[in-house]
């Protein structure tokens, strides 16, 4: 068996950090992780990010510094997997690289979404061949340009003797739903961690409310959790797909009347994520068998004892069950794409994302 090796570089809506993983194809063409990284944003960096997701004075300087800032970060995680793999950049065929979203605008009047990375740079830094910008393509052939993973769990997932979701409960919530005997379906449920992180944060100063502890404290408000759902992107059928645009401080609150004690609100933004993951599986697909969750939400002890209790009918488990850890689903995914795209394949699957057609997937920026 001859080795196949691609590096997958995710950072996501939650700003929690870095997810690296040096993946190998070899063995026929199935994901093997074969080193994993994370480096976190410390906190100036994770600020300055969240200011860039809205219109604010110099926003071009500043969002082309931190491309660069953020590419020197994500060479240096490269080079970590390259050490503890000893592999050279030449045993690397590419680098996926999704970038750190700052704006992702689907709507039919605006149809944009914006990564920040300096790919450039960043092949520069690791003379390794770099992907990016995968959304933007899936957009302009029509689709929502994301969730663009479902194409990699279904390539890793489906199994024709089972109807399974993936559940990826990271900083906004994303599900494929894998069967065999139907076009692959996948769209994003509504907020992951952002939201509970957000006001974890405010409230007691740690960046996420560790296992659900906190939340655990405090009791769900229906009225409040009512008001939450009332938003249109929950009734919106599929495709769709959102971010920090529409789920953001602002947006929690705006739903608030004041006199909520924080622990219930935390309480309320857990059930939140709940629901809004359990009504979109049983709306429309009551006959899933198992539910696979990744992403940080699998650690969210309290969360994900409330998903089992809520999808009693069917298995809750990890995704580590099928070979890859919950923690790296999402880095293999991009390093799939690129792989996706040095092959002249397509990333994107238009029953999921919209697209008229299927597209090969990024810019490719040569080592
Ligand atoms: N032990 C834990 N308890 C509770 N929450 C956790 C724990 N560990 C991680 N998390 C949550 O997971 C989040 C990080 O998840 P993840 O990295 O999957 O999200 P992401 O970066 O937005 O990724 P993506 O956009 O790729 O889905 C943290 O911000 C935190 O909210
Ligand atoms: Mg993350």
């Known amino acids: ?96 690289c999704h970038g750190q979203t700052v704006r992702h605008c689907p709507e039919i009047d605006q149809r944009y979404t914006i990564q920040l990375v300096n790919a450039a740079l960043l092949a520069e830094l690791t003379e390794i061949t770099v992907i990016a910008d995968f959304r933007s393509r899936d957009l302009a052939a029509g689709g929502q340009g994301a969730p663009l993973v479902p194409a990699f769990h279904k ?35 509504g907020p992951g961690n952002l939201l509970m992180d957000a006001w974890c944060l405010q409230h007691t100063g740690q960046s996420y ?10 009791q769900v408000i229906p ?36 006199n909520e004690s924080p622990e219930d609100v935390q309480a309320t933004l857990m059930q939140l994520t709940i629901t809004s993951i359990t009504h979109s599986i049983k709306q429309l697909y009551p006959a899933v068998e198992a539910v696979y969750v990744c992403g940080g939400g699998a650690h969210n002890l309290q969360m994900m004892n409330h998903l089992k209790n809520a999808l009693s009918d069917m298995k809750v488990a990890v995704t580590d069950e099928l070979g890859v850890q919950a923690d790296w689903v999402e880095a ?36």
Request: aromatic share 10%; glycine share 8%; with cysteine.
């Open 1 to 96: 068996m001859e080795s196949e090796y691609y590096i997958g570089i995710m950072s996501g809506t939650s700003l929690d950090g870095v997810d690296a993983v040096l993946v190998d194809f070899g063995d026929n063409h199935r994901a093997s992780c074969i080193e994993t990284f994370f480096s976190p944003f410390d906190n100036t960096l994770r600020s300055r990010l969240l200011a860039l997701h809205h219109s604010g004075e110099d926003e071009l300087n500043k969002a082309a510094l931190i491309s660069n800032q953020l590419s020197h970060q994500y060479a240096r995680a490269v080079t970590h997997l390259l050490i503890d793999s000893a592999l050279a950049p030449r045993n690397v065929i590419a680098i996926g």
């Open 223 to 258: 009225a409040l959790l009512e008001r939450f759902l009332s938003a249109d992107f929950f009734t919106c059928a599929p495709p769709k797909s959102t971010g920090r645009d529409l789920f953001n401080f602002k947006w929690l609150e705006g739903h608030l009347q004041g």
């Open 209 to 218: 409310d560790k296992n659900g502890q906190w939340a655990a404290t405090g």
């Open 155 to 189: 390539a890793m997932f489906m199994d024709s003797n089972s109807r399974r979701i993936i559940m990826n409960i990271g900083g906004i919530a994303n599900l494929t739903y894998l069967d065999a005997k139907k076009p692959v379906s996948g769209f994003d449920c």
């Open 332 to 367: 293999c995914a991009f390093a799939w794409l690129a792989r996706q795209a040095i092959l002249k394949q397509p990333g994107n699957i238009p029953s999921v994302t919209g697209a008229k057609e299927e597209r090969i997937l990024g810019a490719i920026y040569s080592a």
